[in-house]
C-alpha cells in the first residue's frame, strides 16, 4: 500500500508546482496586456492631444513629429516588447516636454478642449503605473516561483527563465529642478 501512496504522492505534487508554474507565467502575460491596454489608450489620445495642440503650438513641430513617429513604431506589430517598452519610455518624456512646453502659452491652459485631454492622459498615466506596479508584482511572483526548491528543478525542465521587472528610466528617477521649471 505504501508502495502506491508514495508516488502518489510525487505525482500528485509534480501536478501541483507544474500548475502553479503555468499560473504565475499567464499571470505574467495577463499582466503585461493590461499594460498594452492602457498603451493602446494612451496612443488614442495622442492624436488629439498633438491636433490639439498643434494649432496653436507653431514653433513645437518637433516635438509632435517625434510623438507621432515613436507612437506609429510603438504600435508596430513587428516591435518586441522590449522596443515598445523603450519607445514608451521615450513617449513619456516627450509627453512632459509638451507639457514644459505649454507653460508658454497661456491660451493653450485655458482651452477646455486642452483640459480635458490633460486631464484623460493624466488618468491613462495613472493607470499604466498602476498596470506597470500589478506586472512587476506578478514578475516577481514568477521569478521566485521558478527560482524556488522545488519548482526551480520543473521550471528548468519546463525552460522557463527570469523575466525582467520594468524600471524607470534613469532620467525619470533624477528629480525635476524646480528652479530651472521657472525660468521660462
Sequence with gaps: M????????????IILIYNG????KNQVEYAFSSIDVMLKKRYDLIPNL?????????????IFTSITELRTRAMSPSASNEERIDLNNQITRSLGSIMVAVENYPDIKS???????????NEVEEQISAA????????????NGIE??????????????RKEVLEIPQAERENPNVKDLFKS
Design 50 to 62: 498633438v491636433s490639439t495642440l498643434q494649432q496653436m503650438m507653431e514653433h513645437e513641430k518637433d
Design 111 to 121: 482651452s477646455s478642449n486642452f483640459e480635458q485631454l490633460q486631464r484623460s492622459l
Design 132 to 143: 506597470r506596479r500589478t506586472f512587476n508584482s506578478a514578475v516577481t511572483d514568477f521569478n
Design 21 to 24: 508554474l503555468i499560473g504565475k
Design 2 to 13: 505504501i508502495y502506491l501512496i508514495i508516488p502518489a504522492v510525487f505525482i500528485v505534487l
Design 148 to 161: 524556488m526548491f522545488p519548482s526551480s528543478i520543473l521550471a528548468n525542465m519546463m525552460g522557463y527563465s
